[in-house]
């Protein structure tokens, strides 16, 4: 049996917002988002945090707080130029890492 209505509230249509590599300009759009009550998903490369101090962490784990955080590549690979195993272990570490910063 197909099931239709499978979004929250019995919702049968959903608009989907999705942003790529994790720009400090994502701070306001989550503000909008939050405001209109609008989720996001929001594509991290962990690369970009791995020289903040846990102060500044905590600023990640806010922006985002909400909101859900996919899993990138750690450093932005061009994966279709890049060895399969190289993928595999950029995809993993950035998963490990954004799991330490997001929770």
């Not at 400090?24 to 929001?42: A, C, H, I, Q």
Request: net charge negative.
């Amino acid at each position: 049996m197909i099931q239709y209505n499978v979004f929250p509230g019995g919702k049968t249509r959903v608009v989907t917002f999705s942003y790529d590599d994790g720009d400090p300009r994502d701070g306001r759009l989550v503000e909008l988002f939050d405001l209109y009550g609008v989720k996001g998903t929001f594509h991290l490369n962990s690369a970009r945090f791995k020289n903040m101090d846990s102060y500044s962490l905590e600023d990640v784990r806010e922006r985002y707080r909400g909101h859900e955080i996919s899993c990138h590549t750690k450093d932005h690979i061009w994966t279709d130029t890049t060895p399969l195993p190289s993928v595999a272990v950029q995809t993993i570490d950035n998963r490990r890492d954004l799991e330490q910063i997001a929770g």
